[in-house]
């Protein structure tokens, strides 16, 4: 009997990465750029993120994210407003942005990518997201970062929008707690 109740124990255990709440009022998703040289920033103040991840199990992790992208807010009621075009983010016509994730590995430096799909605008573009995971004193998080070309996603095509820097730099800071 020993012997059996030794040998389950050495079969190896199926590992699933860790589903986890979002603390909405304590995270974020934002964005940055430059505009006629100077620095612009906005944040998204409705979006919803599904998240299983565990470091140590990196092919059961997941990340679903789903934003309002009429919620975004620069700081500037014009500028919102200009999001919202057609020349933009269309919000009538394409309301939401996705992301969702294909596959996480480690980088050269250790570090995790998300690799993913991303659409706006009904054009969906491979994305790699720089993820770091941390759980420390009692506090979980999670940032994510990327640079996206916004002529990928036909933001700003027009020639009208030449002084708005084509790469946006996206960062995500989630604090999570289990599910």
Same mark, same amino acid.
């Given at each position: $009997? %020993?012997? #059996?109740?030794?040998?389950?124990?050495?079969?190896?255990?199926?590992?699933?990465?860790?589903?986890?709440?979002?603390? $909405?009022?304590?995270?974020?998703?934002? #964005?940055?750029?430059?505009?006629?040289?100077?620095? #612009?920033?906005?944040?998204?103040?409705?979006?919803?993120?599904?998240? +299983?991840?565990?470091?140590?199990? &990196?092919?059961?992790?997941?990340?679903?994210?789903?934003?309002?992208?009429?919620?975004? /807010?620069?700081?500037?009621?014009?500028? /919102?407003?200009?999001?919202?075009?057609?020349?933009?983010?269309?919000?009538?016509?394409?309301?939401?942005?996705?992301?969702?994730?294909?596959?996480?590995? %480690?980088?050269?430096?250790?570090?995790?990518?998300?690799?993913?799909? &991303?659409?706006?605008?009904?054009? +969906?573009?491979?994305?790699? &997201?720089?993820?770091?995971?941390?759980?420390?004193?009692?506090?979980?998080?999670? /940032?994510?970062?990327?640079?996206?070309?916004?002529?990928?996603?036909?933001?700003?095509? +027009?020639?009208?929008?030449?002084?708005?820097?084509?790469?946006?730099?996206?960062?995500?800071?989630?604090?999570?707690?289990?599910?």
């Amino acid at each position: $009997m %020993r012997t #059996f109740i030794l040998c389950l124990l050495l079969l190896p255990v199926a590992a699933f990465a860790r589903d986890w709440n979002v603390d $909405m009022a304590k995270s974020g998703l934002g #964005f940055d750029g430059i505009y006629q040289g100077g620095a #612009f920033a906005g944040k998204f103040a409705k979006w919803t993120a599904t998240i +299983s991840y565990d470091e140590t199990d &990196l092919a059961h992790a997941k990340f679903n994210v789903t934003v309002q992208l009429a919620s975004v /807010d620069t700081g500037s009621g014009e500028r /919102d407003q200009t999001l919202a075009t057609s020349e933009f983010f269309d919000t009538a016509k394409f309301p939401q942005a996705h992301f969702v994730t294909n596959a996480f590995n %480690r980088g050269a430096d250790g570090g995790v990518i998300a690799l993913g799909t &991303l659409t706006i605008r009904d054009q +969906s573009k491979p994305v790699a &997201l720089k993820v770091k995971f941390a759980a420390t004193g009692g506090a979980t998080t999670l /940032d994510v970062n990327t640079a996206l070309n916004r002529l990928d996603f036909g933001l700003g095509a +027009s020639g009208d929008w030449a002084d708005i820097s084509r790469d946006i730099n996206v960062h995500g800071h989630l604090v999570l707690t289990p599910k």
